[in-house]
């Protein structure tokens, strides 16, 4: 969907957008909002369940929110303010890691950064650990 609208507990609503860019993303990871293995962990969900952090999932209200405002409230000043939907919550994360339609934003830079053309300039290496 990308656009949701939430009521808060003041009454205010607030405007969250699912539909988060590959940078924005790089950015959560980078600044905490998302943990930095999130997508490894995600794909070992099936055969280790409890690798899952539960935090990505509490924070995909937030990190829509983030990604629907310039000037957005601290995080602790929204939380306080929603009443918490792990539906919801779940909907949302799907949709901010899986693009919220067939060909979402995230998807989209994906396939922009590992196109052909990239590759035969490069690419983005990434350091050994």
């Given at each position: ?53 539960t ?56 396939i ?18």
């Amino acid at each position: 969907m990308g656009i949701h609208y939430i009521e808060l507990r003041n009454g205010e609503t607030a405007k969250l957008d699912t539909d988060v860019s590959l940078g924005k993303m790089k950015k959560f990871k980078k600044d905490g909002t998302l943990s930095p293995n999130f997508l490894g962990k995600l794909m070992l969900l099936e055969s280790d369940p409890k690798s899952f952090e539960t935090d990505d999932l509490e924070n995909a209200y937030y990190i829509a929110y983030l990604n629907a405002n310039s000037n957005p409230m601290p995080q602790d000043v929204f939380e306080s303010q929603l009443n918490y939907d792990l539906e919801k919550a779940t909907e949302f994360f799907s949709e901010i890691v899986g693009g919220s339609n067939k060909k979402g934003t995230m998807q989209k830079e994906f396939i922009k950064h590992t196109t052909k053309k990239n590759k035969q300039q490069g690419g983005k290496k990434h350091p050994k650990n």
